[in-house]
Structure formats: structure tokens, C-alpha cells
């Protein structure tokens, strides 16, 4: 009831397009769910975050859409860059519990 | 503000031996996590410490314990290594009041031969 599934795996997209990337929940407890971006050799970075009173976050070109009833949420990153080329984990987390669930990461390539 | 702090960044140890890692949070931060991510596994969460006390804990064997001691740092050990130990161990850390701040350092890569 912990897990956190995510697709795609792997994800390729041309400059200036727009990537999604999609979660899913188990756990209806879960109260927080971050969206980490991941640069080779360096720890994961919290990118954005959303809170399941809200059903859209919007941070620049990052959006978090969050549809609570379906228990799914995704981050859209809107005119693809180059720089954006990471991987990108979803997360869930509990409140007041330090434990955060991953999801299995997505490679986002972005090509000229 | 410094962030958080692993050393070492690359080990290499032998099957068998035993490896301590450290982690030094953001100042202020009384709670640190550790994890272990792999290509296979995905990031696994192995323990929280706060204020010196193991708070929770992942689901890895014995061999893996931690400490933290006063001033917050925290060390991991993994005792007889195996060749599946090699990975990425990365520290994060936060307030640990029940706020949503988690900052992981770059972490350390154990490669076990």
C-alpha cells in the first residue's frame, strides 16, 4: 500500500515540447507529493510539490496536475529544454512521518 | 546556508569488509534519512534518525545500521559487504517536525568488488 508507480521509464522529447510524466498512488493517508529532478552524480532536488487539497500546482514551466479521486498525479514541463535532460522521480509522503515513498524514475532526454 | 554534506563520494571496498559513511545536515536540521538507490530498485529507504534515536526504518538486513550523534551528523555502516551493496547512498535531511523540507547531498557511490 506504500508503492508509487510511475511511466514512463524513459521519456524523449524535442526542444520546446511539452513532457509528461504520470504517477500513481495506493496509499490515500499520503498528504505531500513532490516531484524530484535528478542530474547524473548529484542527489535528487526538490523540483515542485503539491498538497491533495489542490488539484494544480504551477511553478514557471512546471505544472503538477492532481486528480485525487483517481489517486494519480503528473508533472508537465512545458517548452522542453535541453538542461531539462534529468531524471525525474514523483514521491508521496506522510506528514510528520519522514519517509518518503518513491516512484521508479523517468529519464527525460530532451533533444534540439 | 551549506547544504548537506556525504562524504566520502567514492569507495571501493572488497566483499567482506565493512564501510562507514557520513552525513552532515543542513544547520538546524535534526533529522536525517538515508537511502540507497540502485538502477534496479529505484531509491529504497533504509532509516531516520532524529535527535539521536533511529525514528523509522526501511526494510535492508541488519548488516545496515546508522547512528546520529549530537550535533545531528550521521554515520551509516554496512557490515560484510556484498556485491549488491554497490550503489548510491544518499543522506537527506530536514527539520523533521512534520514540515515538507528534505534536501538530499550528492551522495557517496560504494562499489563492492
Known amino acids: 500500500q506504500q508503492q508509487v508507480k510511475q511511466s514512463p521509464q524513459s521519456l524523449i522529447v524535442q526542444k520546446g515540447g511539452i513532457s509528461i510524466i504520470n504517477c500513481a498512488y495506493e496509499?490515500?493517508?499520503?498528504?505531500?507529493f513532490p516531484w524530484y529532478q535528478q542530474f547524473p552524480g548529484k542527489g535528487p532536488a526538490l523540483l515542485i510539490a503539491i498538497r491533495p487539497d489542490v488539484s494544480e500546482k504551477k511553478e514557471g514551466r512546471f505544472t503538477i496536475s492532481f486528480n485525487k479521486s483517481a489517486k494519480q498525479f503528473s508533472l508537465h514541463i512545458m517548452d522542453s529544454q535541453p538542461g531539462d535532460s534529468a531524471t525525474y522521480f514523483c514521491?508521496?509522503?506522510?506528514?510528520?512521518?519522514?519517509?518518503?515513498?518513491f516512484g521508479t524514475g523517468t529519464k527525460l532526454q530532451v533533444i534540439p | 546556508k551549506a547544504g548537506v554534506t556525504q562524504t566520502p563520494r567514492y569507495l571501493i571496498k572488497t566483499r567482506g569488509q565493512q564501510v562507514t559513511l557520513s552525513c552532515s545536515p543542513i544547520s538546524g536540521h535534526r533529522s536525517v534519512s538515508w537511502y540507497q538507490q540502485t538502477p534496479g530498485q529505484g531509491l529504497q529507504f533504509l532509516f531516520e534518525y532524529f535527535s539521536e534515536t533511529q525514528r523509522n526504518k526501511g526494510n535492508f538486513p541488519g548488516r545496515f545500521s546508522g547512528r546520529q550523534f549530537s550535533n545531528s551528523r550521521s554515520e551509516m555502516n554496512v557490515s560484510t559487504l556484498e556485491l549488491g551493496d554497490s550503489a548510491l547512498y544518499l543522506c537527506a535531511s530536514s527539520d523533521g517536525t512534520g514540515g515538507y523540507g528534505y534536501t538530499f547531498g550528492s551522495g557517496t557511490r560504494l562499489t563492492v568488488v
Open positions: 496509499n490515500t493517508a499520503f498528504d505531500y
Open positions: 514521491a508521496a509522503l506522510l506528514r510528520g512521518y519522514q519517509k518518503v515513498t
